[in-house]
């Protein structure tokens, strides 16, 4: 799918996403269910307020972990977050 | 009673699942329910303050999933409060229910309580039917919850008991689940505990209605993708190895039945196993140390074919009370089982049933009546119980 980087995008309503400290990890939550997350992704997730912007995000990502080029890895982790419904764009 | 045993024994993972079966009251009367035969038994409810203990020490441990359920919750007027302080305490917040005893305004004050999930019932497809298994004039209400459970943008799960008497109309229920526009959808085969075991002969679906309802779920499976998720399962007798019962003994799931007693499932209670009460301990100590919880942990306790089994990681020789149920022992192996020396009682058992469907639908009769989930069936049930000890 093709993502526009000027969009503002929040975790959808029907989906939770919060660190869980015996995991030791950041997990989405949804009905009668639960996937941990990564250590990236849990970064990229938490980022996910419904007012930043995908490029904002990205670029907090590269200065916070002082890296450049990690466009393409969170674009791709992006397309599947949207996928499986947990993210979309705020209208 | 805590930390006796080698290391290895004492490694047990964190409850993940709290199941709080609120109540046992329900305004419905459904042949298939899950609760035990019991019901009439369990007169002395734990308090709001004994709830939300039960749900800071399960907290405290890592469980995430917290479920309301019952009986029916909405029974429950704390019902708000309880989901305030479980939401506060950071639990990921399920609502299982009829929807009977809810309105707008109920929905929209557990939505302000933080509620993140509801689970309605429905008991088949068409009105008539609806009402004769769930004993009650609720269908249209329910459908009217649905409708607003979903304007307040919750994600919503359908759950449908699947069982012979509505297993032809799965079209019907899906386009049904369709129209109200579930995130999920739970075509739940009943299985054959509590009050499902004593109607098992008129609601076992036959081989026939199952292959044909799994056609259909499948259609539409792929073409409710992306919008609908479908979860289909048939009921075990027809497999010929048991399912992991709860992911294993005492590993994820919790339940606390309304007078406070902690069982791993909620059908354990049925065992001739003494299982602790919250009101005598923590859920650390019953979860970590209670006898009844390291009862069938790890593969000590498996005998033949079980102890040799390769798969025995795999389904930890299925579901102990189905072990004892259908064999009086519950450390042997679920006879779901092909391995299992009982599994062909089970077949058996099932050809006998698919036998009496066939008259049925032969002479159009109904068959025996059905034993519908109510107190006065309980307290009738228990004194014969009683008579026969």
Known sequence: MDINKENIIEVAPTFRVQWEEVQDCYVVLYPEGMVKLSQSAGEIMKRIDGQTTIESIIKNLETTFSEANLESDIIKFLEVAYDTGWIRNKK | ?389
């Open chain 2, 1 to 389: 009673m805590t930390q006796v045993g080698s290391e290895t024994k004492n490694k047990v993972n964190p409850p993940l699942w709290l199941l709080a079966e609120l109540t046992y009251r329900c305004p419905l009367q459904c042949p298939y329910c899950s609760n035990p035969l019991e019901i009439s038994k369990y007169q002395n409810e734990l308090s709001t303050e004994d709830w939300v203990r039960v749900m800071q020490q399960a907290r405290k441990m890592g469980a995430t999933q917290l479920g309301f359920s019952g009986g029916e919750p909405l029974v429950r007027p704390d019902l708000e409060e309880l989901i305030q302080e479980a939401r506060g305490m950071g639990y990921y917040t399920n609502l299982i229910t009829s929807g009977v005893g809810m309105d707008e305004a109920r929905i929209k004050r557990f939505k302000d309580a933080g509620l993140d999930h509801i689970q309605i019932s429905f008991q088949a497809s068409d009105e008539e039917l609806n009402n004769f298994l769930g004993g009650t004039k609720t269908f249209q209400h329910k459908k009217e919850m649905a409708r607003i459970v979903k304007e307040y943008e919750y994600p919503m799960v359908l759950n449908i008991v699947i069982h012979r008497k509505n297993i032809d109309q799965i079209r019907d229920i899906l386009d049904m689940t369709v129209e109200l526009k579930a995130d999920y959808v739970e075509l739940a085969s009943t299985q054959y505990y509590g009050w499902s075991r004593i109607n098992v002969d008129q609601l076992l679906p036959t081989r026939e209605q199952l292959a044909r309802a799994e056609i259909i779920a499948k259609e539409y499976q792929e073409k409710m993708k992306g919008k609908s998720r479908i979860i289909y399962v048939i009921p075990d007798y027809f497999e010929k190895r048991p399912k992991p019962c709860m992911n294993g003994w005492g590993a994820i799931f919790l339940t606390i039945a309304p007078d406070g007693t902690a069982l791993p499932c909620h059908e354990a209670g049925q065992l001739p196993i003494e299982f602790p009460n919250v009101k005598d301990f923590s859920i650390s100590d019953i979860w970590n140390g209670s006898p009844g919880f390291n009862h069938f942990r790890g593969f000590e306790w498996m005998k033949e074919p079980c102890r040799s089994c390769p798969e025995k990681e795999k389904d930890f020789g299925g579901c102990r009370c189905q072990a004892f149920m259908m064999t009086g022992d519950a450390a042997n192996a679920d006879p779901v089982c092909d391995k299992s020396p009982y599994h062909q009682e089970l077949q058996d058992d099932v050809e006998r049933i698919a036998k009496l469907a066939e008259q049925e639908k032969e002479h159009k009769t109904e068959g025996k009546p059905l034993v519908f989930r109510n107190m006065k069936n309980s307290k009738k049930i228990v004194k014969e119980e009683a008579a026969d000890v």
